[in-house]
């Protein structure tokens, strides 16, 4: 009887399958981006968009041949049995997206597991470990304010009870849309088990490969990641009568914090990879004629050093309460998220680098500058993940993000030959 544990050279990935799946899949939550007419992607973590995706991979996974579970989270986890009960080899990311999102970021690593399960299925082949793929709640964290939130809590370093009593920005909190859109599952949200190994394909949402001519990357981390929420508050005064030695301006203390951040960030002090935004400013009352009183405001601090990170996060700090006083505002400042540098396993990266070689791959080492779900399996399990170059400057969290047929395929590839040695 022919080994049905084929380690053989190369298992076939279906392209065209693969990409059916993703296009299929940016239908779901598809809008016209107004600026450049472009179809992107708004599946914003736990909305009805997002709840429409989840039932349609959690139906392929179904019709894959997945034993699909929920856990108390809403992450959702495929299984396909192993021929022995080991710890499971694992892999998977996100299918919620930014509002402005494209067809690839998250979604190519959720389908490219499935792609690997069904290659699997289609050559027969069995493996001595259980194999999991899933998709996991609001990695984003565009919503609710935390990134990585699902596989925080599967992995540990955020508890399930903070994680259901976070809320969005019109107070609605996690636990009640998951009830609302039938995902709060009740398997355990925890890992009982640690995973094998867990391995991530992601599109690279940055410049690096496709400047470098390679084909494919092996991520060696992710860098630290802190966000902050900076609540101003003032005086509304009226804009004609108040001399401006009187006012207490919100948006004036809202916009020294902006530029402050910038110069932060390009002044060198904190290396060349130190990047600052303010990605969102809710104003009050945002009228032309009243100086606003309250403005709230967001500040993302990244850093590929934990260190530098922290002493630029206390620059900030130091800096918001001498513009408090100067300008007689008062600002409170909440931590809202932060991760760590993470760093994957280098026997993993040894692996794929050795698979992207044999299947005649350029490949280049490259530290992620975006977050991702991998990072924290990272801190329980060997952890390695997979880049697939964007296109067109890397650009992403925009629906000009692209990345090839081809690129995308490499990246299966891979991933199938890894897991199929991990998982045999
Ligand atoms: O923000 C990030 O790095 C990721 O897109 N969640
Ligand atoms: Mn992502
Ligand atoms: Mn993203």
Redesign the pocket.
């Known amino acids: 009887m022919r080994d049905s544990r084929r380690r053989g050279p190369d298992l076939r990935v279906d392209k065209e399958r693969l990409w059916k799946s993703l296009m299929s899949l940016a239908q779901v939550g598809a809008y016209t981006d107004q600026a450049t007419g472009l179809r992107g992607v708004n599946r914003l973590a736990l909305t009805d968009a997002d709840a429409q995706g989840r039932r349609l991979v959690s139906r392929w996974f179904e019709e894959a041949g997945l034993e699909v579970r929920v856990d108390q989270i809403g992450n959702v986890i495929g299984r396909r049995a192993g021929v022995e009960d080991l710890a499971p080899l694992m892999s998977g990311s996100h299918i919620d997206s ?1 509002p402005t999102g494209g067809a690839f ?1 998250g979604a190519l690593g959720v389908l490219g597991a499935l792609e690997v399960v069904r290659s699997f299925n289609d050559a027969g082949v069995e493996t001595r470990r259980p194999i999991e793929i899933g998709f996991f709640t609001d ?3 565009a919503r609710f304010g935390t ?2 939130l699902g596989s925080g809590v599967l992995a540990g370093r955020i508890s399930l009870a903070e994680a259901l009593a976070k809320g969005d920005r019109d107070g609605v909190r996690v636990a009640d849309e998951l009830a609302r859109i039938g995902f709060a599952g009740s398997s355990p949200a925890t890992l009982e088990q640690a995973p094998a190994a867990f391995i991530e394909l992601h599109v690279e ?1 940055g410049p690096l490969l496709m400047a470098a001519g390679a084909d494919l990357g092996v991520v060696t981390g992710v860098q630290a ?1 802190a966000w902050r929420e900076l609540v101003i508050t003032g005086k509304s005064a009226h804009a004609g009568t108040t001399p401006m030695s009187l006012r207490r301006d919100a948006m004036l203390a809202a916009s020294r914090v902006v530029t402050f951040a910038h110069d932060m960030a390009t002044s060198g002090r904190y290396g060349e990879h130190m990047r600052a935004t303010v990605g969102r400013v809710d104003l009050y009352p945002n009228r032309v004629n009243i100086v606003p009183s309250r403005a709230l405001l967001t500040v ?1 601090l990244r850093n590929p050093d934990d260190l530098v990170l922290r002493a630029a996060e206390g620059a900030l700090e130091a800096y918001v309460s001498e513009l408090a006083s100067e300008l007689g505002v008062v600002i409170t400042s909440r931590v809202t998220a932060r991760t760590g540098a993470a760093h994957f396993d280098g026997g993993l990266q040894r692996l794929l680098a050795r698979h992207m070689d044999e299947c005649g791959y350029r490949h280049q080492r490259v530290l992620s ?4 779900d991998a990072q924290e399996f990272a801190s329980r399990c060997p952890t390695a993940m997979i880049f697939v170059p964007s296109m067109y400057d890397g650009i992403s ?1 925009n629906p000009r993000e692209y990345s090839t047929i081809e690129a995308c395929e490499a990246g299966v590839r891979v991933l199938a030959r890894a897991m199929l040695e991990l998982a045999c």
């Open positions: 930014v970021d990695e984003e964290g990134d990585m949402q990641i993302d500058g975006a977050g991702h969290h």
